[in-house]
């Protein structure tokens, strides 16, 4: 089955400690995008990718980083920087700019 | 700069009536339009968009929505409510000119049905 996974799904993180979150497609999507979720907030974007080793920063992209060595990963590292992390963090392919997004499941971050 | 707004934070609808979730947005040339829907813990799921074409869109479990270029809104409706629908319900807009490649997302409206 084709699709987008995320691991993973809960993420418990001490204060002062770098944290990985992992995103994998098998769609063949070229662009990939990370997104913030808190309540009352909707979606807010991180980083996003349209081709592999190219990314930008989205509107919130402070405290974090991305690499896009393979066309079908994209994984958001959540540094120390970040004070605030505690959110759930979405991944998404889209095939190009006609197409929806799809979307990963999830994964919940929290700091202790 | 392209936006999108759901004005309303939560609807309440009784089931078998109709509803409306309501997006406007503003962008500088043409938009691509879609609603995504949201269970708890999970990711967003795709419901039905517009990129051209008929103004009015016909998506998954009996959504659809009506593109209104003059009002600048894509608002989603159904013409009878079930219990499955409650969710959280997001609006989303790219902008064709907007070279980034961004889409923005509404802040979401919290759907209710009530049996």
């Known amino acids: 089955d084709g699709g987008i996974t995320q691991s993973p799904k809960y993420l418990f993180r001490k204060e002062g400690q770098n944290v990985t979150l992992s995103c994998e497609q098998n769609?063949?999507?070229?662009?990939m995008y990370w997104y913030r979720q808190d309540p009352g907030q909707g979606l807010r974007l991180i980083y996003y990718?349209?081709?592999?080793?190219?990314?930008q920063k989205g509107d919130i992209a402070e405290g974090y980083s991305v690499s896009r060595e393979k066309k079908e990963s994209f994984p958001l590292t959540v540094t120390s920087a970040q004070k605030n992390p505690t959110a759930f963090y979405l991944c998404?392919?889209?095939?190009?700019?006609?197409?929806?997004?799809?979307f990963g499941p999830g994964t919940r971050l929290t700091v202790l | 700069a392209q936006s999108v707004a759901q004005p309303e934070d939560q609807v309440n609808v009784a089931e078998g009536n109709p509803l409306t979730v309501k997006c406007t947005y503003s962008?500088?040339?043409?938009?691509?339009l879609f609603w995504y829907v949201q269970y708890p813990n999970r990711g967003l799921q795709f419901l039905l968009k517009?990129?051209?074409?008929?103004?009015l869109v016909k998506g998954s479990y009996g959504f659809e929505a009506e593109f209104n270029k003059s009002q600048t809104s894509f608002h989603l409706k159904k013409p009878s409510a079930l219990v499955s629908d409650s969710a959280l319900y997001f609006c989303?807009?790219?902008?064709?000119?907007?070279?980034?490649?961004?889409?923005?997302f509404g802040k979401g409206t919290r759907l209710h049905i009530l049996p």
């Open positions: 989303a807009v790219r902008d064709l000119v907007d070279r980034d490649d961004k889409i923005i």
């Open positions: 517009y990129i051209t074409g008929d103004n």
């Open positions: 962008v500088s040339g043409n938009p691509y």
């Open positions: 990718s349209q081709i592999v080793n190219d990314f």
């Open positions: 998404a392919s889209t095939l190009d700019r006609a197409h929806e997004q799809f």
């Open positions: 769609l063949n999507h070229d662009a």
